[in-house]
């Protein structure tokens, strides 16, 4: 029998300079371990986020198995359990199917699309319009397809994080205004020199609820011959005459250039939609990265918003008993002695200051079962925490009461007021 004679394996050693390299370059996860602060909040009891609700977003919900007043939620005329928005919704998906396996741009695009559409060019009296799947999505299509290399975008610095981030993806120079500031606007319109100019505010601001002074503000632009963008994702349907938001508000529909806007408030879906003049909205068509690389709004989303315009023409008195409950609360918040900043609409944030502090606020709030919403930075700036809360029609006088006796209580124990 032939002898099998054993092979011995020599061990090779990487090259010194390959294990210097290996020693000293860090992990692409170290960020993630080092980052704790949320965990700390999470062990101390106060963490606020991320918590399940088991129900409808009603004036009152199931978090976690436990009856709460919704006190946090966007859903400020109350429409997302309407029963003629979930019926339309469901004829839809028994239609349609659940998704259109496609993009806008080649096969996605559906009958109810473009009747969308054209029920939203209509509604804020623009040329045209264009649907986008989410609302952040269409600030990034808006604003990455016409703002290009030799033109400048000018925003407020407390404008929401999608518009910030679109104006990351395009190719233009970006400069930020102090908040409502006039002057300061006027100062960085001047500065753009001899170049296209777009001037991007939101409607209303998500954080401290006010609204911004679009008359003054479309005054400057056309000074200086900047054309106008407004956000106006919590403005529809709350402001208006009938329900069109801040441009309607000040009666400047003919006076602002483009008008954004989100499914996800008042409009009871998700999705988002850019209302402009038609050569506009024909250049994003054509042109729009994340519209042309998305898979289209579903059948069931875009059927619940057409139903939800429908609803805010036909009862006007939602938004009626919205401002109802809304004054009732900025009155009595104020007469206890809550700082609610500059708030002028059914979002009312109620100033706290640090975040510790804050935080032990909300936890008070969630354990007596109320639902708020803690903002702390980046989302506001430091030194400045809110609880913020936000309201709708359809919450009653007796939720209402029982909601200011616990603030009271609540402000009383950690010194807020």
């Given at each position: 029998?032939?002898m ?31 980052y ?22 009603n ?6 198995g436990?009856?709460?007043i ?75 397809s ?46 753009c020199?001899n ?10 601001y998500?954080m ?84 042309i690389?998305?898979?289209?709004p ?28 809304t004054n ?10 809550f ?9 009312i ?38 609880i ?24 009383k ?5």
């Amino acid at each position: 029998m032939a002898m099998v004679q054993k092979k011995t394996l020599a061990v090779v050693e990487p090259p010194a300079q390959l294990r210097i390299i290996k020693s000293v370059t860090p992990d692409f996860f170290e960020k993630c371990r080092n980052y704790t602060i949320a965990k700390q909040v999470m062990a101390a009891g106060l963490y606020p986020y991320f918590h399940t609700v088991e129900s409808e977003q009603n004036p009152e919900v199931i978090v976690e198995g436990r009856n709460m007043i919704m006190l946090g939620s966007n859903n400020y005329l109350g429409l997302t359990s309407h029963p003629k928005v979930k019926e339309a919704s469901i004829a839809a998906v028994k239609k349609y199917g659940t998704g259109c396996a496609g993009t806008r741009f080649l096969n996605g695009t559906l009958d109810i699309h473009v009747k969308l559409e054209e029920k939203l060019a209509a509604f804020f009296h623009k040329d045209a319009a264009l649907t986008f799947s989410t609302g952040y999505q269409t600030n990034l299509g808006v604003i990455s397809s016409l703002a290009g290399k030799h033109d400048v975008v000018v925003i407020d610095k407390l404008d929401h994080a999608s518009i910030i981030d679109a104006c990351r993806l395009s190719y233009a120079e970006v400069k930020k205004f102090k908040h409502s500031d006039m002057a300061s606007l006027e100062y960085a319109l001047k500065e753009c020199g001899n170049r296209g100019k777009l001037v991007v505010v939101d409607g209303v601001y998500s954080m401290e609820g006010d609204i911004a002074p679009l008359p003054d503000i479309v005054t400057i632009c056309k000074k200086y011959g900047a054309r106008l963008m407004v956000d106006d994702a919590h403005g529809i349907g709350v402001l208006g005459r009938s329900g069109c938001g801040t441009v309607e508000h000040f009666g400047l529909e003919h006076e602002v250039d483009i008008i954004v806007g989100t499914y996800s408030k008042s409009l009871a879906s998700i999705g988002g939609f850019v209302a402009a003049g038609e050569e506009v909205i024909h250049y994003m068509k054509h042109t729009s990265r994340p519209l042309i690389f998305s898979a289209s709004p579903p059948p069931s989303s875009v059927a619940a918003v057409i139903a939800a315009l429908d609803i805010i023409e036909a009862e006007p008195e939602r938004r009626q008993q919205l401002w109802h409950t809304t004054n009732k609360m900025m009155k009595a918040f104020k007469q206890m002695g809550f700082d609610t900043g500059v708030s002028e609409t059914p979002i009312i944030p109620l100033v706290i200051g640090g975040m510790e502090q804050t935080f032990m606020m909300w936890k008070t709030l969630f354990d007596e079962g109320l639902f708020v919403n803690s903002v702390v930075p980046p989302a506001t700036t430091p030194g400045r925490c809110l609880i913020r809360t936000s309201f709708m029609a359809t919450h009653t006088d007796d939720m209402i009461d029982r909601v200011l006796g616990i603030f009271e209580m609540a402000g009383k124990k950690h010194g807020v007021i």
